[in-house]
């Protein structure tokens, strides 16, 4: 809807793409629609992962934590993507 009202990319444009990209085992692909969505799913996978293992005490692992450098760098990832891809678009004319 942005991109038909403004022109431009909007700072999710590409989300529901990349994680169709990923469940058919895509992860490249994925990264190039929307990087924040691997980058989701590999935080979120290896916290219940680490958490998983150290519930079951599995060895000394010890489970993530939450840290705010987790949201500071989804949201630059988030906004690295809208401004890459709509220089892509409105200097180079390059559509995703």
């Known amino acids: 809807?942005?991109?038909?009202?403004?022109?431009?990319?909007?700072?999710?444009?590409?989300?529901?793409?990349?994680?169709?990209?990923?469940?058919?085992?895509?992860?490249?692909?994925?990264?190039?629609?929307?990087?924040?969505?691997?980058?989701?799913?590999?935080?979120f996978g290896g916290f219940m992962l680490s958490q998983t293992l150290a519930r079951l005490h599995i060895g000394r692992i010890k489970g993530w934590r939450f840290h705010e450098w987790h949201l500071y760098a989804a949201v630059g990832i988030m906004i690295g993507n809208f401004i890459l891809k709509n220089i892509l678009l409105l200097k180079f004319h390059i559509t995703l």
Do not use: E
Not at 3 to 20: D, K, N
Not at 27 to 37: E, G, I, K, M
């Open 1 to 43: 809807m942005v991109y038909r009202l403004f022109g431009i990319y909007c700072p999710g444009c590409g989300g529901t793409r990349a994680v169709s990209a990923l469940l058919t085992g895509h992860p490249l692909l994925a990264t190039w629609y929307h990087p924040l969505v691997t980058y989701t799913v590999v935080i």
